[in-house]
Nanobody, 124 residues
């Protein structure tokens, strides 16, 4: 069974940065779309950024544009989320997701087949 392993969460002050990492712990197909979602207490899950490994195309939710960057390392089957200029409203549990079908990145959760366990990001 495919599993995603996340790391990199933590607590930072507003304006700070964090880098989240997500890796497959087993085989992953050559072309896969991966994404980061987040969920704050009492709020719905929100897609933050997504990338399609086939061509590196990426999309972001409006609140992440200009501050967050999603990237991939095909050799290590990993995806990263560099988060800069963090704000208190970025506080949430962040989840990595992977989808094995489709050829475009998407922020629709139902398009993803596998999910990580989540990593907490707290901005004060």
């Amino acid at each position: 069974e495919v599993q995603l392993v996340e790391s990199g969460g933590g607590s930072v002050q507003a304006g700070g940065s964090l880098r989240l990492s997500c890796a497959f712990d087993a085989y992953a197909p050559a072309n896969v779309r991966m994404a980061w979602f987040r969920q704050a207490p009492g709020k719905e899950r929100e897609g933050v950024a997504a990338i399609y490994s086939g061509d590196g195309s990426a999309i972001y939710t409006d609140s992440a544009k200009g501050r967050f960057t999603i990237s991939q390392d095909d050799a290590e089957n990993s995806v990263y989320l560099q988060m800069n200029s963090l704000k208190p409203e970025d506080t949430a549990m962040y989840y990595c997701a992977a989808g094995f079908s489709g050829i475009r990145p998407t922020l629709l959760a139902q398009r993803y087949d596998y999910w990580g366990q989540g990593t907490q990001v707290t901005v004060s």
